[in-house]
C-alpha cells in the first residue's frame, strides 16, 4: 500500500497481508473448534491448550492485532520524522483509508441487524467509540469495530506524541510507556478487569503504538538492512513464538488476572524485533512471492473486515466442517485455510477495488520540511 508521504517499503505490505491472515486463523480456529467439541454458543473459558509453538501461534492469533499497531506507530513515525506534520491533512488521509469500508460494513451491521439499531449506538461507532459495550452491534459486520475504534484513538494523539518525540527525543516514548504500565498496576489493585483494559482498550494498546514507533526511529536513524539485520528476523520469530507459547500456558487470552498488565508490552516488544529483521531479509524474497504478499497486504484491511463475515456465513450453513481430520484444531484450520480463506481473500479484491481505492487514490500528502 503506497503512501504519498514516504517511500514505499514493500515488506510492510507483506506483515499487513500475514497479520490479517493470521486474525481469520485465530477465529476461524477457536470458533470452528469450540463448535466440534463442545456444541455450544463459543466460551473463552474453554481456550484451548497448545501442542507447540505454531499452534500457539494460531490460537493466540489475536496477537495479529498487536502487530497492526505495531505496525501502524511505525509507519507514521517514518513516514513523519523529523518532518512537520500538517494536523487536518494528517486525519482527512486516515478518514479516507479506513472510513468508507467502515462505514459500509456499519451500513450492513444495520441492514441485517435492524432490531440492534439505536441513534446513540451509532454515534458511539461513527465518532470512534466501536470499543465500548454500548456502540452499534451490526453481528458480523462489526465484529472487529473495536480495533478500529482504538487505532483512530492512536490517530488522535500521533501528532502530540510525534511533536513529543521531537522535542524531547526517544526517551519521552520510553517514559510513556513506563507511566502506561504504572497505569495499569495501579488500576489492577483497584480492581479492574484486566483483560478489557489491556486487551480492548488504548491504556493498554498505547505500549504497542509507542514500541512501533521507537522502532521507526531506529529504522531511521540506524537500520540497513544486512546479514546482522537478518539474524534479527529469526530471533523475533523466536521471542514472538515463545512468548505466546508461555503466555498460552498461564491460560492465553482467556485468562483475566495481572499478567495481562505487562502481556501488551511484552507483545508489542516480540513484534519489533520481528519487524526490523524482516525488513532486512524480506530484500531476499523471489520476486513472484513478494508480488504475491504485497497483494495480500494491499487488500488487508478488506480482508480484515471481511473476513469474519465469510466465517459467519460458512458456520451457519455448516460449511465449516466439510473437510475433517482426526484433530479439531486440525479440522478447523484444514477448512479455514482451503475452504474459508479463498472466498475471503476474493470478496476481499472486490471490496478493496469497489470501496477502498476509490478514496485511497484522494489522499494527499500532509508532511512538509521542518
Not at 208 to 235: I, K
Amino acid at each position: 500500500m503506497k503512501s504519498t508521504n514516504f517511500g514505499y517499503i514493500p515488506a510492510l505490505d507483506h506483515l499487513r497481508g500475514f497479520a490479517a491472515l493470521l486474525v481469520l486463523y485465530f477465529h476461524g480456529a477457536h470458533f470452528i473448534t469450540h463448535k466440534i467439541v463442545y456444541g455450544t454458543p463459543y466460551d473463552p473459558a474453554n481456550w484451548p491448550v497448545a501442542g507447540d509453538p505454531l499452534s500457539a501461534l494460531v490460537i493466540e492469533g489475536h496477537t495479529a492485532v498487536s502487530l497492526f499497531f505495531v505496525l501502524s506507530g511505525f509507519v507514521f513515525t517514518v513516514g513523519s520524522y523529523p518532518k512537520q506534520l500538517n494536523y487536518v491533512g494528517f486525519f482527512r488521509n486516515r478518514l479516507l483509508r479506513t472510513y468508507p469500508l467502515f462505514l459500509f460494513f456499519l451500513c450492513l451491521g444495520i441492514l441485517f441487524n435492524p432490531g440492534n439499531f439505536n441513534l446513540l449506538a451509532l454515534l458511539q461507532s461513527v465518532f470512534f467509540l466501536a470499543n465500548s459495550d454500548s456502540a452499534m452491534n451490526g453481528g458480523a459486520f462489526t465484529f472487529v469495530f473495536w480495533s478500529i475504534a482504538v487505532e483512530w484513538h492512536f490517530y488522535l494523539v500521533f501528532p502530540f506524541l510525534l511533536a513529543l518525540l521531537q522535542r524531547r527525543g526517544w526517551t519521552a516514548l520510553a517514559g510513556l510507556i513506563a507511566l502506561f504500565l504504572a497505569l495499569r498496576v495501579l488500576l489492577y489493585f483497584q480492581g479492574a478487569d484486566m483483560r478489557d483494559v489491556s486487551y480492548w482498550s488504548i491504556v493498554g494498546r498505547m505500549d504497542q503504538f509507542l514500541l512501533g514507533m521507537l522502532a521507526g526511529l531506529f529504522y531511521r536513524e540506524r537500520f540497513q538492512a544486512s546479514a546482522r539485520f537478518d539474524g534479527l528476523a529469526l530471533w523475533g520469530l523466536i521471542a514472538v513464538l515463545g512468548s505466546l507459547t508461555v503466555f498460552n500456558r498461564f491460560g492465553g487470552g482467556g485468562l483475566n488476572n495481572h499478567v495481562w498488565i505487562f502481556w501488551p508490552t511484552i507483545e508489542g516488544a516480540a513484534w519489533v524485533l520481528f519487524v526490523l529483521g524482516y525488513l532486512s531479509i524480506a530484500r531476499h524474497f523471489n520476486a513472484a512471492v513478494g508480488k504475491a504478499l504485497v497483494g495480500l497486504g494491499t487488500v488487508s484491511y478488506s480482508i480484515y473486515l471481511v473476513h469474519y463475515v465469510v466465517l459467519d456465513l460458512f458456520m451457519r450453513r455448516d460449511w465449516d466442517t466439510l473437510l475433517p481430520v482426526a484433530n479439531p484444531l486440525g479440522t478447523a484450520v484444514l477448512n479455514t485455510a482451503l475452504l474459508v480463506m479463498p472466498v475471503v481473500v476474493a470478496v476481499s479484491a472486490v471490496t478493496y477495488y469497489c470501496i477502498e481505492r476509490p478514496f485511497l487514490v484522494r489522499r494527499r500528502q500532509y508532511m512538509k520540511p521542518r
